[in-house]
């Protein structure tokens, strides 16, 4: 069974700093390439940021450039977002994905709110 649980969500002050977890299961974590998106009350769901298989390659939102750093760790399946700067408009549920030719898996999602 394929599942992507994310972790690590919470209320934070502007300013402040995050990482998001996403612990895989049920496919081969390291050929995949992974995602993370974000939806915010109102708004269309929008790419934060990815990375390859490999992690020979990431690319961010220019929204959040400089300020949000994804990895991963394949040998524990995981991939993370580290958030740095938080801004309230950062405010959203954050989706992980999981990307490998047909196959596209999604998370739950996980709350983030930037409120002081």
């Known amino acids: 069974q394929v599942q992507l649980v994310e972790s690590g969500g919470g209320l934070v002050q502007p300013g402040g700093s995050l990482r998001l977890s996403c612990a895989a299961s049920?496919?081969?974590?390291?050929?995949?390439?992974m995602s993370w998106y974000r939806q915010a009350p109102g708004k269309e769901r929008e790419l934060v940021a990815s990375?390859?298989?490999?992690?020979?390659?990431?690319n961010y939102a220019d929204s959040v450039k400089g300020r949000f750093t994804i990895s991963r760790d394949n040998a524990k399946n995981t991939v993370y977002l580290q958030m740095n700067s938080l801004k309230p408009e950062d405010t959203a549920v954050y989706y992980c994905t999981g990307r490998f030719g047909r196959n596209d898996y999604w998370g739950q999602g996980a709350q983030v709110t930037v409120s002081s």
């Open positions: 049920g496919f081969t974590f390291r050929l995949y390439a």
């Open positions: 990375i390859t298989y490999d992690e020979s390659l990431t």
